[in-house]
């Protein structure tokens, strides 16, 4: 999956926000590990293609909390995510 700057800012144009676009990105890393739950750490370093992500892991945790509330995602008892 490649994202390219134009359609991000398309996407803005048409009305969505950056969090939309952060829960897109989000299901899309979730989507190509289908069946594999992954921590948020996991998240981050395929968001930033591969690169270690030493920021903030928390980044992530508002955009998997909502696809978990709005039924595309799921959490196991250990805080990991993956898409239903």
Not at 9 to 19: K, R, V
Not at 61 to 78: A, H, I, M, R
Request: net charge negative; charged share 25%; hydrophobic share 40%.
């Amino acid at each position: 999956m490649s994202i390219h700057s134009e359609e991000v800012i398309e996407a803005l144009a048409d009305g969505m926000t950056p969090d939309d676009l952060v829960d897109l990105l989000v299901l899309a890393i979730l989507r190509v590990n289908r069946g594999t739950f992954l921590t948020l750490q996991q998240i981050l370093d395929q968001a930033f293609l591969g690169s270690s992500f030493d920021g903030d892991e928390e980044w992530a945790k508002p955009s998997c909390e909502q696809l978990v509330t709005e039924g595309f995602v799921e959490k196991d008892n250990q805080g990991r995510y993956r898409v239903r």
